[in-house]
């Protein structure tokens, strides 16, 4: 846990009245948000479901996952709207939740055990995914034949085929994602389960130690299996030094710390300006679940800016990250549309939003915690402003904008009626107990109608640059929802719960 931050009485009444301002305008309920983005986690469960299951239209599925080379690769999360288990998204998704509760768990209430029990979904399944030394298992479910189907979860009876990297055929991107989302999870879990946490920790290690020694990528080692699909692009260079940094964290070991100074110049910052194609774009402007850079520089900054030794880039490029978002900075690269949603190139918009959104609500507490701000140019930007620039966003999510419409399903009067997703889209076992077979599912697929089960919390991809929503199933780019584009709004929800009221 960080430290109390230190704010001043003029700061504080500046807060407060910010708090009075924007909830006369917006009145969003972050508390239910939160409860809601975190109950959208027991939708997307793969395995058996426990009794505390509140998303109870939800049943049983992939029980076999692993048994077919036997192994027990049962649990995690489905990704999306689909039925596949790819665990390199999955596993940045579960870093972020952790980080989440590392952060803000102190405001979370007693959404503080739900958010722990999400977090702990996805590390009982990276426990079994990487149980056998010098082996990662990187996903389970054959995508193409899970794509070609409109299927529950509960009635799959497509290829459940488990794809591993290995000594052999290396994927340091994955592996090193599930050590750092490992070693995040073990500080979630020493004041709650410390034989668990003391596990995740020493398997965080192990894993580490198998993804920095035996350097390669999961796109070359599993091809077609991962990509198009989730293809690594930006390199695995950063999710090692990503890795190591919440190692050290979790730790304190020198030898991550060292890690991390000595790789982090090896980052190529300028590899990604041409898929930006914008002359502020860089690695430090990217963060999510292919791109690391934001969010190594920002828990480094904290590291650095604790031991009051600013040197190295790490605070450089983290003010240069906020620099690429504030909408009033000279070297703005991210894009806003005139509802004043956050926009960069690519699906799932609103995955950049809520992690973008996240970085910027903890690199404003480091600040405050140092008494910095940041200078974009000849403008300054104040630990309150990146909040408020955070919280804009959420705003938005949450229906403040042109359509007056929350994209978090279940959240507020109108929301997202047909998302692409599969079990929301077809009846529940409860109502159907037949078999519905792959292209049975079409017409629930092709149907006008609503989706049946409510996928509370779920976020979709978001409207489109003109602020539009077609609320169209077909349409994924806008209205699938993703593990990814939730779980940093978690910690966001749970910091703005935690504001002054008025
Ligand atoms: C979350 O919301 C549900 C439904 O409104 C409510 O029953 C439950 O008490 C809430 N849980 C928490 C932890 O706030
Ligand atoms: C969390 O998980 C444990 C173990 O499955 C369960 O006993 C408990 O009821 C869960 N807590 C909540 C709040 O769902
Ligand atoms: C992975 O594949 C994508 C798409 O072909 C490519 O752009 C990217 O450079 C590859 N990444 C690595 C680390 O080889
Ligand atoms: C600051 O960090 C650098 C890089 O790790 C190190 O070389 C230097 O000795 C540190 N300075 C202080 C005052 O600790
Ligand atoms: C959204 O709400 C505002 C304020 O209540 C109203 O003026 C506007 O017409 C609404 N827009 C739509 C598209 O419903
Ligand atoms: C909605 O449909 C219109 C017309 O087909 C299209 O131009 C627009 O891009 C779509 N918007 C979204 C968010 O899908």
């Known amino acids: 846990m960080t430290g109390k931050t230190r704010i001043s009485p003029v700061v504080r009444v500046a807060i407060v009245l910010m708090a009075v301002m924007v909830v006369s305008v917006s009145g969003h309920d972050y508390g239910d948000a939160l409860n809601k983005s975190i109950l959208f986690f027991e939708g997307q469960r793969s395995g058996k479901l426990p009794p505390s299951q509140r998303m109870t239209w939800r049943k049983d599925s992939g029980l076999r996952d692993g048994a077919e080379i036997g192994v027990d690769l049962v649990g995690g999360y489905y990704d999306a709207g689909d039925n596949v288990k790819f665990n390199f998204p999955m596993a940045w998704s579960t870093t972020m939740l952790a ?14 055990q739900h958010a722990v029990n999400a977090t702990r979904w996805a590390t009982d399944y990276f426990l079994k995914a990487t149980s056998v030394p010098g082996r990662v298992y990187a996903q389970v479910g054959e995508p193409y034949g899970d794509h070609n189907c409109w299927e529950r979860p509960e009635d799959m009876d497509t290829a459940r085929t488990p794809y591993a990297v290995t000594t052999q055929s290396p994927g340091s991107e994955v592996s090193a994602e599930m050590a750092a989302a490992m070693a995040a999870a073990s500080l979630v ?29 999961y796109n070359d080692s599993l091809g077609s299996a991962v990509c198009p699909f989730y293809c690594d692009f930006s390199g695995y260079e950063d999710e090692l030094i990503w890795g190591a ?10 030898y991550y710390w060292k890690y991390v100074m000595e790789n982090s110049p090896n980052l190529d910052y300028y590899k990604l300006k041409t898929i930006n194609s914008l002359p502020n774009g860089g690695n430090f402007a990217e963060f999510g679940w292919d791109s690391k850079h934001a969010g190594i520089n920002v828990l480094a900054s904290q590291i650095v800016m604790k031991g009051h030794n600013l040197t190295g880039d790490f605070v450089l490029n983290a003010d240069k990250f906020v620099c690429s978002v504030l909408p009033e900075s000279p ?37 405050s915690n140092a008494n910095r701000v940041v200078q974009c140019g000849n403008v300054k930007a104040t630990p309150d402003r990146l909040i408020q620039v955070a919280r804009g966003q959420v705003d938005y999510i949450l229906g403040s904008n042109p359509l007056n419409m929350s994209y978090m399903v279940g959240y507020g009067e109108k929301f997202p009626q047909r998302i692409h997703h599969r079990g929301s889209s077809l009846p529940s076992l409860d109502q159907h107990r037949q078999h519905i077979g792959c292209k049975d599912g079409t017409p629930y697929f092709e149907s006008s109608d609503p989706n049946p089960n409510q996928l509370t919390g779920a976020i979709v991809g978001g409207p489109d640059f003109e602020d539009r929503y077609n609320n169209s199933r077909a349409d994924f780019v806008h209205t699938e929802p993703t593990t990814y584009i939730n779980a940093p709004l978690v910690g966001v929800l749970a910091f703005l719960k935690g504001q002054p009221n008025p």
């Open 99 to 112: 980080w989440s509760v590392i952060e803000f768990g102190e405001q979370m209430g007693p959404d503080f």
């Open 189 to 217: 879990f020493w004041g709650v389960d410390g034989s668990y946490a003391a596990k995740l920790l020493s398997r965080a290690q192990t894993v580490f130690q198998f993804a920095d020694k035996h350097r390669g990528s």
């Open 245 to 254: 940094a919440w190692l050290f964290k979790a730790t304190k070991a020198p």
């Open 331 to 367: 070297t703005k690269s991210v894009s806003y549309s005139p509802g004043g949603l956050l926009f960069k190139p690519g699906g799932s918009n609103l995955q950049h939003a809520t992690a973008l959104s996240f970085l910027l609500i903890v690199y404003a507490r480091y600040l």
